[in-house]
């Protein structure tokens, strides 16, 4: 946090709140009755074990830990002047944390968040292990993606409301930029949900304003964008448009635009992965597999309607598949008693690495993708797909028959090798 004032952070530390600042290595916190500062130096290694021991007694004040060595900021004549004076002179510096907030300890992933300037409203967003990889992705993006501009690179740290240390990363090509935010995580839970805000045109930052369950981040959200909404309508109450739509609100007066995204992070280990939307951002690794595939998912990155769903295991790509409108779809499935036009579903190029095959990775993938795709539609339309083998084969490979049919997938023309999954 940054204060507005001397005068701000000096109550802010007498109503019984204490401050660490990780690149100032400071710890500040009220020592008496007469409202004098108490100051130690603090490295993040020693600030580290005092937010364990504290929070192992109940979130007890990290005074209560340290011995010999603080600086009580009084003199005899005035008590509070050098407290002032401190204020004064480190109020304006970012980064200021509550010791009531902090988490030292390390974070589960990496949340990335990327936006470019034709696209406002539209971030995206993945988590990684380690900020390296999440710097190295993207360094090599925009390397691999605008390999004949003159790319201009700026990168800045600051640390994050839990005491960890965030990197944004901008670029500039040609006329154009892009912004890449990367954020610790720590999930408490094996699922968690994050309001994400960000604020484009006249410079562009991100916030991770809430975290928790969905439920709890949504209706922050609502209440974060309703009072945001009103400010910006008392000064031009007829320009402020708003939007919502799925996990998306956002706020546009006509010169800038104010998104909430709510996304959910489920929490890695070595042994698990997760299915989410494929971006152009995965344009190298798509290619790369669609050599490998015999498929052609590169030219599902960039569309409205159909929609592309990649499996990553730490953060590598493993498999991908598509799932659009069954919009020129066999005769059979038009015929058939659950099809809808311009909603029912074509499940297709599902491609799993050799090396990932047999663990379930690919059922994962297709659960998790159709069940992410039917709550971005708002309803459970039904998926049809073709059960047969890259060779194009007209007849069912029997093998991945019983591979769909384990999923939920049910026979519907064994001649056509179509396959019917339904919401029942």
Known sequence: MRFNNAKEMYEYLNSGHDLYHPGLEIYVFSYNDKRALCT?????EQAKEVSKQSK??????WGAFLGLGGEILEDDESPIDSSIEFCKEHYQESNW??????????PDCYLLCCLDDENYTSAQYFTF???T?????CYQFAKENYPDEDLQFKENSFYHED???AVRIDYIYGNSFEVNY???IHTKKDKMSFCVWHHAYDGVRFEIRKSGTHEECSSFTKDDFQETYLKLSEVSPDEVKQYEEDDQWILDDGLEWEVWDIITIHRQNHSNAFAAPLSIYQLSKVKTMDQMSGFCMEQWLDDNVDFAWGLFHNDKLIGYCSIGIADDADPLVEEHEAYKEDSSL???DVFILPEYRNHGYGSQMIKESIETRWKMDGEKNTVYLHAMGVTGDLSYDEKLKSFYEKIGFLELCSDREIMVLTAD
């Open 129 to 131: 292990s380690s900020m």
């Open 40 to 44: 130690y130096h603090l490295s993040k």
């Open 182 to 184: 990367i954020f610790p």
């Open 346 to 348: 074509l499940l297709s």
């Open 97 to 106: 944390l509550d010791t009531d907030d902090i988490n030292l300890e390390e």
């Open 133 to 137: 990889e999440a710097k190295e992705f």
């Open 163 to 165: 005491g960890h240390k």
């Open 56 to 61: 192992q007694n109940h979130n007890e004040y």
